[in-house]
């Protein structure tokens, strides 16, 4: 859960139009966004085509959001602020700063024993990240988070299935197909 949470957060801060991943993190820690204004968020993004943190940014605009203006906006603020600093900074200190500004750590922090495991983890995901970086010094958030979803992915293929799967070459590297079909191949790109 700790991992999926904190993947979340992150791609949220290469992607702040991800509604899936947003509604997913904003009880995480819990902030005072509760499910009331979360369907309030949700209907208003839905029915103006905005994303939810668009809708959060200007909460004061709607008179259902009005009353969490404050705790909205702080939390706009909170992913704007680890945005920017994703842009610039290696991924293990934007990894630090967010599980110190959205209060996460204290969190677990919280939670005793399992909260150390949950800790340990995410420590785990760090040393990830490092070694992403290293490995990969253009890639960036946007480019490790490419890379984690392919292995998701995979994670869940059952070759005893019947049925056809989508992958990118990059994907299908080291298995093996007894047909395989490469669609969209132009000669000299």
């Known amino acids: 859960k700790e991992i999926k949470d904190m993947i979340a957060y992150l791609t949220v801060l290469v992607n702040p ?3 899936l991943r ?9 902030r005072g966004i509760g499910a009331t204004t979360m369907e309030a968020a949700q ?14 940014r200007q909460a004061e605009q709607y008179t259902s959001l009005s009353k969490k203006k404050g705790v ?3 939390f706009v603020t909170m992913i704007d ?7 610039s900074q290696p991924l293990d200190v934007v990894l630090e700063q967010l599980l110190e500004q959205t209060g996460y750590r204290m969190m677990l922090q919280g939670q005793g024993l399992e909260g150390s495991v949950r800790m340990e983890n995410i420590l785990e995901l760090k040393s990830n990240l490092i070694r992403y970086e290293q490995e990969n010094p253009e890639g960036g958030l946007s480019g490790f988070l490419e890379e984690i979803a392919l ?6 293929y059952d070759p005893g299935t019947d ?4 992958m990118t070459i990059h994907a299908a590297k080291g298995l093996e ?3 395989v079909f490469i669609a969209g191949m132009d000669e000299g790109i």
Not at 43 to 56: A, H, N
Not at 81 to 87: F, N, P, T, V
């Open 22 to 30: 947003l509604s997913r993190i904003v009880h995480e820690p819990k």
């Open 81 to 87: 602020q680890l945005s920017h600093l994703a842009e």
């Open 177 to 179: 197909f007894d047909h």
């Open 151 to 156: 292995y998701t992915d995979l994670d869940n």
């Open 43 to 56: 209907e208003i993004s839905d029915t103006l085509g905005l994303s939810l943190l668009e809708v959060f």
């Open 72 to 74: 909205l906006e702080s």
């Open 17 to 19: 139009t991800d509604n």
């Open 163 to 166: 049925a056809m799967v989508l």
